[in-house]
């Protein structure tokens, strides 16, 4: 075991580094985007309960808790490794990372790692909150975790490919503002895409959220608009192509250095 982090410490530093950034900023990384989703479940939940009593069976307050999770878990794994990764890039740090005896999968998932820790704070916070103010059940425990598992990789990796790719700050944020944010708020967090008239139901599914959306309400509450499996294999495959184009560059070393 000492052989083995003596061999990965290189990696184990600068996963450290990137987790004490996100603890370190706390009240902007992890309780801002926690209030603003849980104002999502006050106002949305607790207001329009009273008109929309049940989707699918489901009360309404409970049927929005899986979606928001999944929205602050994207934006907040996405945000941070861009963000992250585009700094160390402006201020010449990543050019320390590279020079030390790591690999190229070490540096890469060791940038990846604040954004998976700073998700898991958000969503569990959320979580937390949720459970407060409504009986959010989890009644797939395993398939929750493996979507959980598909979001995480999917977007830290996008991050810090986006965070790689970014030449300014408005740049890094583009992706979250224009496309995730979105196609978060069009994949169904608010509302069953059943109930949607043709064509706009049709159109949901070439939304790549609304798979991961509905895979995590899975988790949640046993009940989905697509067939499980289809929601996962999805997700999946997105997430192993987004984590593939993120390995690649740090194999190659292409566009690292600003």
Request: net charge neutral.
């Amino acid at each position: 075991m000492i052989a083995l982090l003596d061999r990965h410490r290189g990696l184990i530093a600068l996963s450290a580094r990137e987790s004490e950034r996100v603890l370190k900023l706390w009240s902007q990384t992890i309780v801002a985007p926690v209030l603003a989703s849980f104002l999502f479940i006050v106002v949305f939940g607790l207001s329009l309960g009273g008109r929309i009593r049940e989707i699918g069976g489901v009360q309404y307050e409970i049927f929005i808790v899986p979606g928001l999770i999944a929205m602050a878990m994207a934006q907040a794994a996405y945000s941070n490794n861009s963000s992250s990764v585009f700094q160390a890039r402006a201020d010449r740090y990543i050019n320390d990372v590279l020079s030390a005896p790591m690999r190229p999968w070490e540096v890469n998932v060791g940038l990846a790692v604040g954004g998976v820790v700073r998700a898991l704070a958000v969503g569990g916070s959320l979580l937390v909150l949720a459970l407060v103010v409504t009986d959010v059940p989890v009644r797939e425990p395993f398939v929750l975790a493996l979507a959980v598992a598909i979001l995480l990789v999917l977007f830290a990796s996008l991050g810090v490919v986006v965070g790689v790719y970014a030449e300014t700050w408005d740049q890094a944020g583009f992706v979250n503002n224009i496309v995730i944010l979105p196609l978060s708020f069009l994949g169904g967090v608010f509302y069953s895409v059943e109930l949607l008239p043709s064509p706009w139901e049709q159109a949901s599914h070439v939304n790549p959220i609304f798979f991961l959306i509905n895979a995590i309400r899975y988790g949640f509450l046993g009940t989905s608009d697509v067939p499980i499996g289809i929601a996962l294999a999805v997700t999946a495959a997105l997430a192993l192509a987004c984590a593939a184009w993120s390995a690649a560059m740090f194999r190659s070393g292409r566009r690292l250095k600003a």
